[in-house]
């Protein structure tokens, strides 16, 4: 059967008349201004007539009132008082006062490295939370003997380590490589941020039992660089996460010169001198520079660490291609390669919440009888 078309009779049915709103699905009311033309009963043949269109006259426009409109004036803006009699200075700027000393050039003094036990503060975990050490800062020459002071105080605890750090002093670097991989740590560049109070504020003390503060870890925009892979070879497992950062470069090394002045006594036999003895009686500083030009047996003792590591010492060789004065982040190809890291994994392997749901549990999931300390 044809479907039915506006205004035309199909057989078996009724003709309906058009109705635009039914297109939109709406109601269509007619009125006298948009009613359609009237429809005239169709002939038997079927064909449908309408009624020629008629526009609608629009009403004629009212007659003028014969009220003349007014030209526009505008308003007068009122007289400026006139001029006090007494003249104005000529204006002189302020003339800056020179200091007598050049200001010193602001610098951003690095943070020498600090160690600090961290509880994950999600109370989800407890009562077995990670627990790990958090490291960063520049290294110093101080740093081995503070990190051996956290390791006694955690006894037999192997707790992992969350490193972030610009590098720093490289013997002391790899003396802290050493103490890692002794003492089997695992190792991960990651970010702690502390719950509550940070450990260098004044008053702040640890907030669970076991000396741990609260805190969380995450791997975003951590950065290891220069003198820091060192440490990250001695770990056990090796961990740099995709946002996280390693990076190489040339070692620099400052060289000190000292003029010392010695003072030797020494005694004729049969006509000969022989020293009695050798004392120095003064030192003064000579000046110091700085090189990246390493000697051989230096070179060698790089090479000997990594390979203690089970690192491929190719990366030594790295290092010395990259200029002091620059710095190479390295890919997670280039990581794998020199065997930097040890998987795919971050810092969250250590530190969520989560990863002392898996069993058996992690040894740094911790578990506390006590707490919180008051």
Not at 110 to 132: G, H, K, L, Y
Request: charged share 25%.
């Amino acid at each position: 059967m044809a479907e039915d078309q506006p205004g035309f009779t199909t057989p078996g049915n009724i003709s309906r008349p058009y109705t635009p709103g039914g297109l939109l699905g709406r109601s269509f009311v007619p009125s006298e201004t948009n009613r359609p033309p009237k429809q005239v009963r169709p002939p038997k043949n079927g064909v449908v007539l309408f009624e020629p269109y008629t526009p609608v006259r629009l009403p004629d426009l009212p007659k003028s009132s014969g009220v003349s409109s007014v030209p526009y004036a505008p308003i007068r803006l009122p007289d400026l008082p006139a001029k006090s009699a007494v003249p104005s200075e000529p204006y002189a700027p302020a003339r800056l006062s020179t200091p007598d000393k050049a200001p010193k050039p602001f610098k951003i003094t690095d943070q020498t490295m600090r160690f600090a036990i961290v509880r994950n503060a999600s109370a989800s975990c407890e009562p077995a939370c990670p627990e790990w050490i958090a490291a960063s800062g520049t290294i110093t020459a101080d740093s081995p003997s503070r990190l051996r002071k956290v390791l006694r105080q955690l006894g037999k605890r192997r707790l992992p380590i969350v490193i972030e750090s610009n590098g720093g002093a490289v013997d002391a670097a790899m003396e802290i490589g050493r103490l890692i991989r002794k003492r089997g740590l695992d190792i991960a560049v990651g970010k702690t941020s502390f719950y509550e109070c940070d450990p260098e504020q004044k008053g702040c003390k640890p907030k669970y039992s076991d000396g741990a503060y609260a805190g969380f870890a995450y791997p975003g925009w951590a950065a290891c660089m220069s003198a820091c892979p060192f440490i990250v070879a001695g770990g056990t497992k090796r961990f740099v996460g995709l946002w996280a950062e390693l990076g190489v470069h040339q070692i620099t090394t400052t060289v000190t010169k000292t003029m010392i002045k010695y003072q030797t006594r020494y005694r004729i036999v049969k006509g000969k001198k022989k020293i009695v003895d050798t004392k120095i009686v003064g030192r003064r500083s000579a000046g110091t520079y700085k090189t990246t030009e390493l000697s051989k047996g230096y070179r060698k003792r790089l090479n000997a660490y990594f390979n203690e590591m089970d690192v491929d010492a190719g990366i030594v060789a790295k290092m010395l291609s990259i200029p002091a004065s620059d710095i190479s982040i390295l890919n997670h190809d280039e990581l794998l390669n020199f065997r930097m890291i040890t998987g795919s994994g971050d810092v969250g392997d250590f530190s969520s919440a989560s990863a002392c749901a898996k069993e058996p549990k992690p040894a740094n999931c911790i578990e506390l009888s006590a707490i919180a300390t008051k």
